[in-house]
């Protein structure tokens, strides 16, 4: 996936980042052998800063994958903490649920395998952070469905809102349009303060006011 940031940019701020541990420089291995689309460790930086900020307690995540953005999460809610990890695949869950053992953060995360739209309907109760990283035509549902659910003063995040720079051009292609429709939603509603973020493939972050 193209970066948006010129590469030598995007290398220059990844040079600058310490070190993970042993199991998130794992799953970063993990990802790039096997072609799994993880945020990787400047917007899971990002992501944990946001949640520190934000006293994040409760996190919904949708799109879970491997776990590796809800280690960056988990990391920051602490031990009292919650973060609901669901994606679609028993065998991606079956991988996180090891790997979120050995990150040391099991305890303070539930796994949900099934339509992590559905999954965040059934779950009750408000989040301080939702985290969008489904499959794109859905991004519009999302917001519709995610927002009601963010606490004011919590947080909508959404991965590849810029989408390898395919969101400049009209398009007939449904992910990119729904993107756009997403971009469009999250910068006009009134009930959101939103900034997006333009490292790797675009982080949109919206405030609930
Ligand atoms: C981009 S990857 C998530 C990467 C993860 N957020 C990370 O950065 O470590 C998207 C994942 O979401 C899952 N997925 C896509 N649409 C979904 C949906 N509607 N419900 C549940 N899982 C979904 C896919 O199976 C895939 O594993």
Redo the contacts with the bound molecule.
């Keep these: 996936m193209p970066n948006i940031l010129p590469d030598p940019l995007e290398s220059y701020l990844s040079g600058l980042l310490p070190d993970r541990d042993e199991t998130l420089a794992e799953m970063e291995s993990y990802a790039a052998e096997n072609r ?4 990787g460790p400047l917007v899971g930086r990002l992501l944990h800063q946001t949640a520190l900020l934000n006293g994040a307690k409760r996190v919904f ?10 280690v960056w999460l988990a990391r920051a809610v602490g031990q009292d903490g919650k973060v609901y990890y ?4 028993h065998e ?1 869950a079956d991988r996180a649920r090891d790997y979120l053992e050995r990150a040391g953060v099991a305890q303070r995360v539930e796994i949900l395998v ?4 559905e999954l965040l309907d059934a779950t009750e109760g408000q989040f301080d952070i939702v985290f969008n ?3 794109k035509h ?1 991004y519009p549902r999302v917001f519709d469905l995610a927002l009601p659910r963010v606490r004011k003063g919590g947080l909508l995040i959404t ?1 590849n809102v810029l989408w390898s720079n395919r969101v400049l051009e009209p398009s007939e292609d449904v992910n990119t349009k729904a993107i756009q429709a997403y971009n469009q939603k999250a910068n006009s509603a009134p009930e959101v303060w939103t900034t997006v973020i333009p490292i790797r493939d675009g982080v949109s972050i919206s405030l609930k006011l």
């Design positions: 799994v689309p993880i945020i995540e949708m799109g879970s994958a491997i776990g590796y953005s809800t669901t994606d679609g695949s991606n099934g339509d992590a739209l990283d489904v499959d859905d991965d």
